[in-house]
């Protein structure tokens, strides 16, 4: 089977930063895309950053010139750096990859447990 482990939540003040990271491991042939979404209270889930196996990069219009997501094909792992957090960024974030397990298999999201991240103002 194939697991996402997520690290580096927490509490920070409004202005600060924190750096989500998540590894897959387990059954893995190939992995395509990797992404972070995130769910306040009360809403749905949302993408907040995603990037291909090549490298391209697809941001949320919120987040974008705050947040960077960065991947390592070798290692199975795909981080979020997080600056100038404001109230609104608080939710617990989600990691997401879509894994093949073997040639012959169709693709499968996987998802990370979640990290609460809250923002203090």
């Known amino acids: 089977q194939v697991q996402l482990v997520e690290s580096g939540g927490g509490l920070v003040q409004a202005g600060g930063s924190l750096r989500l990271a998540c590894t897959a491991s387990g059954s893995i042939f190939s992995i395509n895309a990797m992404g972070w979404y995130r769910q306040a209270p009360g809403k749905q889930r949302e993408l907040v950053a995603s990037?291909?196996?090549?490298?391209?990069?697809n941001y949320a219009d919120v987040v974008k010139g705050r947040f960077t997501i960065s991947r390592d094909n070798a290692k199975n792992t795909v981080d979020l750096q997080m600056n100038s957090l404001k109230p609104e960024d608080t939710a617990v974030y989600y990691c997401?990859?879509?894994?093949?397990?073997?040639?012959?298999?169709?693709?499968?999201?996987?998802w990370g447990q979640g990290t609460q991240v809250t923002v203090s103002s």
């Open positions: 997401n990859a879509a894994i093949r397990s073997s040639w012959y298999l169709s693709e499968i999201d996987y």
């Open positions: 990037v291909t196996s090549g490298g391209r990069k």
